[in-house]
């Protein structure tokens, strides 16, 4: 058997199974004039309009389109790529660093979920990455700014929890603020891209509330050295808020607006096992997997090493699959991605331990920088690193994964998945 092949196929065993068209069709179904949303009926007799943000948006809105098309008075979209969609609108947003079209597709959603009547009806889409793809900073805050403080975040590896305080506390739609903006009715399909499916972190909430405040904001960056670092009307913001002279977040939900989760990182390992226990035993140890991705690699690594050497907790062969986001600080200047980068770290690990391989890719089906969604390597893969005398600790000080896998053929390619539930890691232990 060919481990990496076996492996790289779960992967997208596990993409497939979260890809919105088949997450719409499970979770909601058409009766008459009625639409039902996990066993909630929603009367679509008069229509309904379609919005959305997030790099899933766009198969969010095609499945909608096959399902209901025939109800949909408008639909708008914000995505990390372009199609031609039958009824919905697709404006191209920026990710991970918002941009101009990320602004105009606020400003859009903005304008058409404010100029809806109390007797409408509307489909929001939501999924990871919805918080760079659309924003509207609140005045005085230039993109500029924003870029320059987003920036500033992902590269000192802040949680996403605290990197979408931040966000939410500059921003004129997140935080459920622009739920705040309609007096229409409306339901969320939320594909998760968090640990813990919290929904105070999901593209940054724009529909839900938002229990953090201002005060919170600036501890964060604080916290994370980065308060003298950030744009001064960035802190003017955050002063004026704490000092309540800018309005928080909404405090409480919504109550015309429902979300619901239609599929997370769970959904796919459970897929991956079902169709992997016909081959090898199969164990989901977690979904939540956090942490910086270099250190991560060392536990998952001692992990399959105790199996195989003792036989503990797992007798070989057997398949350990792991789900949730890692984050990486970033101290060089080359390509690559958390998954990538866990990957090497990992490969730092194997050395010339036979019978472990281990997988690690983004489920959106692009990795960091790079245009790979991960990498999959075993001993085998030192090896090729060996002959071609690449140093992985030269490589991972300058976090270009991508670099060295590229010269070692690990890299898996799956281009835009259309989807986005973090990452996917898969380990094999063999005797
Ligand atoms: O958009 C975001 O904020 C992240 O992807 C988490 O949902």
């Known amino acids: 058997m060919n481990t990496k092949a076996f492996l790289t196929e779960l992967f997208l065993t596990g993409i497939e199974a979260v890809k919105p068209e088949n997450l719409i069709p499970e979770h909601l179904s058409v009766n008459g004039k009625f639409l039902t949303i996990n066993g909630k009926n929603f009367s679509v007799e008069k229509g309904f309009y379609l919005f959305g943000s997030g790099k899933a948006s766009i198969q969010m809105a095609k499945s909608v389109e096959k399902l209901l098309g025939d109800y949909i008075k408008e639909g708008i979209v914000v995505c990390n790529y372009t199609e031609k ?40 889409l939501l999924s990871g ?52 903006a309609t007096k229409a009715k ?47 009307t960035v802190k003017d913001v955050i002063r004026q ?27 796919a390992l459970k ?12 164990f989901i140890m977690t979904s939540q997997i956090k942490g910086e991705a270099r250190e991560v690699a060392k536990v998952l690594i001692s992990i399959a090493k105790e199996i195989k050497n003792s036989g503990n907790p797992f007798k070989t062969p057997v398949l350990l699959l792991f789900g949730g986001e890692t984050t ?33 890719g983004g489920t959106d089906g692009i990795d960091g920088n790079s245009d790979a969604a991960g990498a999959v390597v075993d001993w085998n893969t030192s090896a090729i690193a060996k002959e071609l005398n690449l140093d992985i600790n030269q490589y991972l000080s300058n976090n270009d994964s991508y670099s060295f896998f590229s010269k070692t053929d690990s890299l898996i390619k799956t281009g835009y998945t259309g989807t986005n539930v973090m990452d996917i890691t898969i380990i094999m232990v063999e005797g």
């Open 328 to 360: 990486v600080t970033v101290r060089g200047k080359g390509k690559g991605g958390r998954n990538q980068e866990l990957c090497l770290s990992a490969l730092q690990e194997i050395k010339d331990t036979k019978g472990i391989t281990i997988l690690s």
């Open 241 to 267: 808020g704490i000092e309540g002279k800018i309005p928080e977040t909404p405090k409480k939900e919504n109550p015309n607006i429902k979300h619901y989760i239609i599929g997370n990182n769970l959904t």
């Open 271 to 282: 897929k991956i096992k079902q169709k992997a226990e016909k081959k090898f035993p199969t």
């Open 85 to 124: 969609l039958k009824k919905t609108e697709v404006i191209k947003g920026s990710h991970p660093v918002p941009d101009e079209n990320s602004v105009k597709g606020a400003e859009i959603l903005l304008q058409k979920l404010s100029s809806l009547k109390e007797d409408d009806f509307f489909i929001y």
């Open 186 to 232: 409306g339901v969320v399909l939320v594909i998760s891209d968090v640990v813990g499916d919290d929904l105070f972190t999901i593209g940054s909430a724009p529909l839900y509330y938002d229990p953090s405040t201002y005060q919170q904001a600036r501890d964060i960056l604080k916290k994370y050295n980065l308060w003298k670092k950030i744009p001064a």
């Open 129 to 180: 990455g919805s918080s760079a793809l659309i924003e509207k900073p609140i005045p005085p805050i230039t993109l500029k700014d924003l870029k320059q403080t987003t920036q500033l975040l992902l590269e000192n590896s802040v949680p996403i929890e605290e990197i979408n305080i931040v966000r939410k506390h500059l921003s004129m739609i997140k935080g459920g603020r622009l739920g705040r």
